[in-house]
């Protein structure tokens, strides 16, 4: 049974940092592709940021560019979310999710619909 558990959210100032883990299980680490989404209330899921896990690639949405950064430990099967220079507009709850890095791949990094896999969301509050 595949399992992705986030942790790491909370309560931070514009200008800090945070970073959210997700932890995961029941899949062959090195053939996924995993991402983080993040919603705000009122607004669409959106795609943050993804990595193929067996190559390493990365990507980013333009609003996070230069601010956060996406890792994997492979020994402990888990993906960070380093998040720097925070802003109220970062707010939300963030997920992450995974799938097949060729699914990945063919429809699109950011397409919520291609992703099979979700946890169950940990909340970020950026605000003074």
């Known amino acids: 049974e595949v399992q992705l558990v986030e942790s790491g959210g909370g309560l931070v100032q514009p200008g800090g940092s945070l970073r959210l883990s997700c932890a995961t299980s029941?899949?062959?680490?090195?053939?996924?592709?995993i991402a983080w989404f993040r919603q705000a209330p009122g607004k669409e899921r959106e795609g943050v940021a993804v990595i193929a896990i067996g190559d390493g690639v990365t990507r980013y949405a333009d609003s996070v560019k230069g601010r956060f950064t996406i890792s994997g430990d492979n020994a402990r099967n888990t993906v960070y979310l380093q998040m720097n220079s925070l802003k109220p507009e970062d707010t939300g709850v963030y997920y992450c999710?995974?799938?097949?890095?060729?699914?990945?791949?063919?429809?699109?990094?950011?397409?919520?619909?291609?992703?099979?896999?979700w946890g169950q969301g940990t909340q970020v509050t950026v605000s003074s």
């Open positions: 029941g899949f062959t680490f090195d053939d996924y592709a």
């Open positions: 999710a995974a799938d097949w890095a060729d699914t990945i791949a063919s429809m699109g990094v950011f397409v919520r619909e291609a992703y099979d896999y």
